[in-house]
């Protein structure tokens, strides 16, 4: 059973870039689809990136407010995945959350009730 640990949070200003890392153990993170999804407060969890097992292609997913500011990679040999953001806006502060599952369909990698791993979160906070 894998456990997932995210890190890299932290207080920053309008149009700064962070990298958020999710660390794995008790699993290898290259056996899973392994996603990002954020929920800031008063508001529901929402889905941010995705990135498919090796044997899926590796492919990875974004939402729509992502695409071209967000970048999800993985790196095996360390067992992280991590999630590259640029140009943070204050609507971007959220709890960001690791989540990873082994067994998901394409359809679903953008469902958080479908993944079976999270991890406990790591705060961004985008304020001037």
């Known amino acids: 059973q894998v456990q997932l640990v995210e890190s890299g949070g932290g207080l920053v200003q309008p149009g700064s870039s962070l990298r958020l890392s999710c660390a794995a153990s008790?699993?290898?993170?290259?056996?899973?689809?392994t996603a990002w999804f954020r929920q800031a407060p008063g508001k529901e969890r929402e889905y941010v990136a995705s990135?498919?097992?090796?044997?899926?292609?590796?492919?990875?997913y974004y939402a729509d407010f992502a695409k071209g500011r967000f970048t999800i990679s993985r790196d095996n040999g360390k067992n992280t995945v991590y999630l590259h953001m640029d140009n943070l806006q204050p609507e971007d502060t959220a709890l960001y959350y690791c989540?990873?599952?082994?067994?998901?369909?394409?359809?679903?990698?953008?469902?958080?009730?479908?993944?079976?791993?999270w991890g406990q979160g790591t705060q961004v906070t985008v304020s001037s």
């Open positions: 989540a990873a599952d082994a067994s998901l369909i394409l359809s679903s990698i953008r469902m958080s009730n479908q993944y079976d791993y």
């Open positions: 990135i498919r097992r090796p044997i899926g292609g590796n492919r990875s």
């Open positions: 008790g699993g290898s993170l290259s056996r899973y689809d």
